[in-house]
């Protein structure tokens, strides 16, 4: 790849398609999904450096593995949960009365707001799929939870690849599924060399689903800055595109929350622990998740990056 640009219409500078400029690797850490005893997964976000692409703050890829998935009833504030499975099967419920199976090609999306709390579980089988979280902004972070299943979604093709838009518009396709802030997430299955294209203001990331893809390694998530047309790749795999305007706003991450300071979290805390506001999540054989301790430290709303 090369690092050549071209200068749009309005005098920016926009990175063809093929373009190494600005690229970061972000590797990885492994964590428990749901508890000690849990299955494995990697948190590529939030990372050391790089908290966020757009609205995108969070990225758990688990997979494939053997595994049952039993994360018991917890808390969410201010975020959108976004569900994707590669193999397998996962039940979701949730404090509004929900109880929707996700299978793969189909879409979860659950809208936290100002509060609501579920649970996912699986029999035993193979499980590979991306757990998301979406930060609301600030004008929508306290509207109504609610819930939503998308079972068929809409597909950008062109040649030697075909692009399911499962959140946000690419190449001109639009999913259905409901957005507070301009951003893009969809699934590329690749055969051979191909250029998707993409919003030059949207800053993105890629990460390897299945397969061998150039320059997409399996593990890491791939930070392409904003100013790009387009997305080069070739070989034959699946890929997961994130990205979105970057997010202008500090937010505060922690545990299952996003707030924007240290006393709205211990709020959030607080209500979860002992009081009514995030619901009960019905039909789930076991207790809910307690929440951790509150660091000894007040907690700083971060940007984008650190």
């Not at 600030?138 to 299943?149: D, K, L, Q, T, Y």
């Not at 893009?184 to 060399?193: K, L, P, Y």
Request: aromatic share 6%; net charge negative.
């Amino acid at each position: 790849m090369g690092d050549s640009a071209d200068n749009g219409a309005d005098g920016k500078t926009v990175e063809k398609a093929d373009s190494d400029a600005g690229r970061e690797v972000l590797e990885g850490r492994e964590v428990p999904l749901g508890g000690p005893r849990a299955m494995a997964v990697s948190r590529t976000l939030p990372g050391v450096h790089r908290r966020m692409i757009g609205a995108w703050c969070f990225v758990d890829a688990y997979g494939p593995q053997r595994a049952t998935m039993r994360v018991p009833p917890h808390p969410h504030t201010g975020l959108q949960t976004v569900s994707w499975l590669v193999a397998g099967e996962v039940l979701h419920r949730d404090s509004l009365g929900t109880l929707q199976e996700i299978r793969p090609g189909q879409l979860n999306l659950m809208t936290a707001g100002r509060g609501i709390s579920h649970s996912e579980e699986s029999p035993e089988t193979v499980l590979h799929g991306v757990q998301l979280w979406v930060a609301l902004p600030e004008a929508s972070r306290h509207v109504e939870p609610g819930f939503e299943h998308h079972p068929t979604l809409p597909v950008l093709s062109g040649p030697a690849f075909e692009a399911t838009v499962v959140m946000g518009t690419l190449g001109g396709v639009t999913s259905p599924a409901t957005a507070y802030s301009p951003l893009v997430g969809a699934e590329i299955a690749v055969d051979g060399s191909c250029d998707v294209p993409v919003n030059p203001a949207f800053e993105h990331g890629l990460l390897l689903l299945d397969g061998e893809v150039t320059k997409v390694e399996r593990g890491p998530l791939v930070y392409l800055p904003p100013g790009r047309s387009g997305v080069r790749l070739s070989g034959r795999g699946r890929v997961l595109l994130i990205g979105g305007e970057p997010f202008g706003e500090e937010l505060v991450m922690w545990w299952n929350f996003v707030g924007r300071s240290h006393d709205e979290i211990a709020a959030f805390r607080k209500e979860w622990m002992e009081g009514e506001g995030f619901g009960t999540v019905e039909g789930f054989d076991g207790a809910p998740l307690p929440a951790p301790i509150l660091p000894g430290t007040r907690l700083k709303p971060r940007g984008r990056v650190r």
